[in-house]
Each structure stands twice: as structure tokens, then as C-alpha cells.
Nanobody, 126 residues
Framework: QVQLVESGGGLVQPGGSLRLSCAASGRTFSSSTLGWFRQAPGKEREFVAAINWNGAITSYADSVKGRFTISRDNAKNTVYLQMNSLKPEDTAVYYC???????????????????WGQGTQVTVSS
């Protein structure tokens, strides 16, 4: 059974940084795309970032480009999201997801992902 467990969320002041981790288990994910999505209260889930199977291809939402960095460690079956220069509008529950495809046709769409974690809360507030 595939499991994704996010960690690293918390409360941070504007301008601060957090590093989210997502540990995957149940099978190897070295040939899969991994992604991060987020959902703020009262809003729809939105794409944040994705990384292909070997880390050679990444994609970011315009709202986080230049501030967030996605990376992965296939030996540890883990994907990371380094978040810098955080803003109050980054407040949301952050979810990691895995796609069976090395790089799906629509990496920014949640429907192209097969498994999801439970989420970790990120709150940016002074």
C-alpha cells in the first residue's frame, strides 16, 4: 500500500523559511513524478511544484517561482520543498502527491497524480 507522509510544516513569520519533506513508502518511486499542491481555507487546491523522476525537469507555479525549490532523494524515496521568503498568502495545507508516470502530460493538474499524502499545515503570520 502506497503511503505518503508530509512533515516540516508550522508557523513562520513573513520572510521566513520552511522545508517540507514527504516520505513515500509502499513501492519505489524512482521512476515517478512527485509534486506539491496546497489548499488554503475556502479555496481550491492549487499546484505548487513538480519534479520528474530523475530531477532533470521541474515546474513551478508562478506565485512561488524564485522562492520555492523542489528536490528529491530517490535513495530515500523522499521529496522536499524548500520555501523561502514566505508570504501570508502562502498559508495553506500542503500536500505531496505521486504520479506513476516519469513526467505526466499535465504535471500541474491533480488528476494526473495517483496517490496523495494527508497534508501538513503551513501558516505564515506575524
Amino acid at each position: 500500500q502506497v503511503q505518503l507522509v508530509e512533515s516540516g510544516g508550522g508557523l513562520v513569520q513573513p520572510g521566513g523559511s520552511l522545508r517540507l519533506s514527504c516520505a513515500a513508502s509502499g513501492r519505489t518511486f524512482s521512476s515517478s513524478t512527485l509534486g506539491w499542491f496546497r489548499q488554503a481555507p475556502g479555496k481550491e487546491r492549487e499546484f505548487v511544484a513538480a519534479i520528474n523522476w530523475n530531477g532533470a525537469i521541474t515546474s513551478y507555479a508562478d506565485s512561488v517561482k524564485g522562492r520555492f525549490t523542489i528536490s528529491r532523494d530517490n535513495a530515500k524515496n523522499t521529496v522536499y520543498l524548500q520555501m523561502n521568503s514566505l508570504k501570508p498568502e502562502d498559508t495553506a495545507v500542503y500536500y505531496c502527491a505521486v504520479s506513476r508516470r516519469p513526467w505526466p502530460a499535465r504535471p500541474r493538474l491533480g488528476v494526473d497524480y495517483d496517490h496523495w499524502g494527508q497534508g501538513t499545515q503551513v501558516t505564515v503570520s506575524s
